[in-house]
């Protein structure tokens, strides 16, 4: 089943619980009707699904884009192949309702119309894209005037502080996927986007520690960002040699980078000036906002019990004996997926019986699925040992059985994580039961609960 998250969980991960996109939807639709929904980078599109469904009593008409064409979608009706294997009721909807539209390429262009889509959402997609200035740019054109976007523009991270710029290849020790500069200086995302508020074009931070952007179009009219792309300095993230003493996630995406001209640079100090203090961006940072935090009762260290059972962890470490883990870092995995996850260098393969061996653990790789493209695609040749994999799936009667096998890019040093939900917690030890595995805790464990 291809994976991609359902409607809750891209709310979670969009609103954290504060709202909804069904509650955004309703609240428009109080004051307009017809309405255009746009998702971006749909995947299967089994939110994009979920929430047509919702709404097909209302004149609300859908839209999904996808970079990827095939596996699995490849037109509209592929839909409700894919929401019949997530259950969705699509019979119900009735003959004459209307599948969402797709369209497979590349959204940073977009063929909408101007101010012709009244909310446009993305989850896990902005980070792939190369020209994110542009992108929000295009969206931003066609959004309807009272129009909204929610932009899911990095993973943590993001919020790099004021300062000069670190060296010309990592840029700043936050792994920001979105860096702004202007000569050697940093410029914090939040502080240079005040300044469109007055040019019709409103942004706000809705979700921290995750970068979420509300985008609120006041006026018809074009956004300029004023910004000009670093060919030099933008690349892949997995060309940055981040290390231990960085600030949280660092995997995956591309970090792109622009150059703030010295107009915009002025336009942002004015802006900066003429807002009253309360309201002064302090730029994110780690470091302003413990400097301007009231002084509080301090919070009590996280410990395993931080966590509770069913709860859904990704844990980084090393294996130990049999099938004991040491966490170096522990956190939430809000990904909405039921499955378990490996990842490490591959121990041994044995293609005749297809199994490898994985953190110490057989994974059997069933007849059916060694027939399949996904394996042919990622195995062929391609499995060998010392290869850095990633299984997902679950453990049936003792056995690891994968529905999905990624190949990674070779990395200097083998990761090793695993993923599922906790079955149980042992505070006495510092112990937690994730996938099978003890997962042991200690004083230099990173454990993060949001
Ligand atoms: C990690 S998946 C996320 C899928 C879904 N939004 C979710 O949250 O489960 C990223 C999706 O974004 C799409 N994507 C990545 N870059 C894109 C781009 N520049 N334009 C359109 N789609 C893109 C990919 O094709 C893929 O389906």
């Not at 959204?107 to 980070?127: E, G, Q």
């Not at 993230?237 to 003493?245: A, D, S, V």
């Not at 940072?285 to 413990?290: A, D, F, M, P």
């Not at 059985?401 to 040093?413: F, G, N, Q, T």
Request: glycine share 8%; net charge neutral.
């Amino acid at each position: 089943m291809a994976k991609t998250r359902s409607l809750e969980a891209i709310n979670k991960k969009l609103f954290k619980g504060a709202s909804s996109l069904q509650a955004t939807l309703e609240g428009m639709l109080e004051t307009r009707r017809p309405l255009a929904v746009l998702e971006i980078g749909c995947g299967a599109g089994r939110a994009l699904m979920e929430l047509a469904l919702a709404f097909r009593h209302e004149p609300v008409r859908f839209y999904g884009i996808n970079r990827e064409l095939g596996n699995p979608i490849s037109s509209s009706a592929d839909l409700a192949r894919v929401a019949r294997e997530y259950d969705l009721d699509v019979e119900s909807a009735g003959a004459e309702w209307q599948l969402p539209e797709l369209f497979f390429y590349d959204a940073t262009t977009l063929h909408f119309s101007a101010n012709s889509i009244d909310l446009i959402y993305l989850s896990s997609v902005a980070r792939f894209i190369e020209h994110k200035a542009e992108f929000i740019e295009e969206v931003c054109r066609v959004l309807t005037p009272g129009g909204v976007a929610i932009i899911q523009l990095s993973r943590s991270g993001w919020d790099y502080p004021e300062g000069e710029i670190r060296d010309d290849l990592l840029v700043t020790r936050y792994p920001s996927r979105l860096v702004l500069t202007h000569g050697r200086d940093l410029v914090p995302l939040p502080k240079y986007l005040k300044q469109f508020a007055e040019t019709g074009v409103e942004f706000e931070f809705i979700s921290t520690p995750a970068c979420v952007l509300r985008v609120t179009k006041r006026q018809a009219g074009r956004l300029s960002l004023g910004l000009e792309y670093d060919t030099v300095r933008s690349v892949p993230m997995t060309q940055l040699p981040y290390g231990q003493e960085d600030v949280r996630e660092a995997r995956g995406g591309f970090r792109s980078v622009y150059r703030v001209s010295d107009e915009g640079y002025k336009a942002m100090l004015d802006r900066l000036a003429r807002l009253p203090a309360r309201d002064s961006p302090t730029g994110g940072s780690e470091e302003s906002q413990e400097t301007s935090l009231p002084l509080t009762t301090p919070k009590p260290p996280r410990t395993v019990t931080s966590y509770r059972v069913g709860q859904r962890v990704k844990v980084k470490g090393k294996r130990g004996e049999g099938r004991s883990f040491r966490a170096s870092k522990i956190r939430p995995n809000d990904d909405g997926l039921e499955w378990e996850e490996l990842e490490g260098g591959v121990e041994w393969v044995d293609a005749a019986t297809g199994t490898f061996g994985l953190l110490g653990c057989t994974v059997y790789v069933d007849a059916e699925y060694r027939a399949s493209d996904t394996w042919d695609r990622a195995a062929r040749g391609a499995l060998r040992r010392g290869t850095l994999a990633k299984v997902s799936g679950s453990f049936r009667d003792g056995r690891f059985a994968p529905e999905r096998l990624v190949i990674k890019e070779p990395h200097a040093v083998i990761v090793e994580e695993i993923q599922g939900a906790i079955s149980s917690i042992d505070a006495a030890s510092a112990c937690l039961e994730v996938a099978g595995f003890t997962v042991r805790v200690d004083a230099r464990t990173r454990i993060v609960t949001e």
